[in-house]
DNA sequence: CGCCTAATAT
DNA sequence: AATATTAGGC
């Protein structure tokens, strides 16, 4: 180890070893299999609001699938700065001029996210333009690259790529609060992401309201009611008959499972997109754990170790304790999911 | 006002 | 199709 590492003579030109290299580059990354189960979520976002656990730079493997995206698709420009991810937690608006434009600017949502003290609740947050950028505006990128250097100010953030991982951590909040208290700016607290907004929120709560509309209407007349597992849940009577007022505070949705699109994490054609957002601030205690974005699947075993010394328990079990049962469908849900999308 | 949602635009 | 932006209504 540490042989490849020093690929350097790369910029001199592409030759034949380059292809080697990559090649054995590849054949050392983890497969889809390895990468998918990048789920964290689970109890925390509500924790972390109520403690106003903000968001640090934490960062790990994101960056490295980041990183690992530029390489591949960088053939046409010059790999992006994404080494900015430190400044991440700070609201200001000129840490890196560059293409921070985006910063909070358009987004007053917050404005309360005062002066309190100065130092807990940053919500502020913002996207690292790196990580929409890529997947989403590469192509234009490509063809003209010019017209953005200098007009740096008036930059509009890119478009926010629900990858899997953001959606997963959708469905998890929408899932805690039932998709009845489900507004944008709840979600959009509760997720805890930076650079997310309350629009990009609303926007996707949107089509999510749509997709399990649909759903319901087809589970309703469908040839026969295939799903009495999730049908079983507390949940679905708060679909059904949404006049019960004020009861529980904890309705839900009932099974998401079919193609709110965004879930196909698999890969497809060799497209993978991962460029995934900043992860939220988890802040492990002891008991608890919240999971950052980015863990990968050794780290998420671990947990159940972690979490407490019962060793046996279902993670989701050991997770949920009291915290939300709707949690526990979440997870189902995007297990069933993701089962049957083979 | 601020937020939410539906409609519409890109 | 996926997101963003706008328009109206609380």
């Known amino acids: 180890m540490g042989e490849e590492m020093q690929m350097n003579g ?9 292809e080697d290299q990559v090649l054995k580059w590849e054949a050392g990354l983890p497969n889809a299999d390895d990468l998918t189960p990048l789920s964290q979520s689970l109890i925390p976002p509500e924790l972390a609001l109520a403690f106003s656990i903000s968001p640090d730079p934490s960062r790990t493997m994101l960056d490295v699938n980041l990183a690992s995206q530029n390489t591949l698709s960088n053939l046409c420009r010059q790999s992006q700065p994404f080494s900015s991810n430190h400044l991440k937690s700070l609201p200001s608006f000129a840490e890196d001029p560059s293409h921070d434009p985006l910063v909070v600017e358009g987004d007053e949502n917050e404005p309360e996210s005062t002066t309190n003290d100065g130092s807990d609740v940053r919500k502020v947050r913002r996207l690292d333009g790196a990580e929409v950028a890529d997947s989403t505006m590469q192509t234009e990128n490509c063809d003209n690259n010019n017209n953005d250097d ?44 930076e650079g997310l907004t309350r629009e990009n ?25 295939s799903d009495h597992l999730f049908a079983s849940t507390p949940v679905l009577q708060s679909f059904h008959e949404s006049g019960n007022s004020g009861h529980m505070p904890l309705p839900m949705y009932h ?22 957002g900043n992860p939220p601030a988890p802040a492990t205690h002891h008991g608890f754990e919240s999971h950052p974005y980015n863990i990968s699947r050794e780290q998420q075993q671990d947990w159940s170790a972690t979490g407490r010394t019962a060793s046996a328990a279902p993670s989701t079990m050991i997770c949920m304790e009291e915290t939300s049962v709707p949690a526990i469908q979440s997870q189902i849900s995007l297990f069933i999911f993701l089962s049957a999308c083979k």
């Open 10 to 18: 790369y910029e001199e030109g592409l030759g034949a070893g380059d």
């Open 150 to 193: 200098n007009s740096a100010r008036t930059l509009k953030k890119p478009r926010l790529v629900w990858t899997p991982q953001l959606h997963k951590r959708f469905i998890d909040v929408v899932a805690h609060l039932g998709i009845k208290n489900s507004v944008p700016k709840t979600i959009m607290q509760l997720m805890n992401v």
């Open 201 to 225: 929120v609303a926007s996707h709560l949107q089509k999510y309201r749509l997709y399990l509309k649909r759903m319901q209407g087809l589970s309703n007349e469908g040839p026969f009611s």
């Open 255 to 276: 099974r998401p499972l079919l193609p709110m699109p965004v879930l196909g994490i698999a890969h497809g054609h060799g497209h993978m997109t991962i460029p995934v």
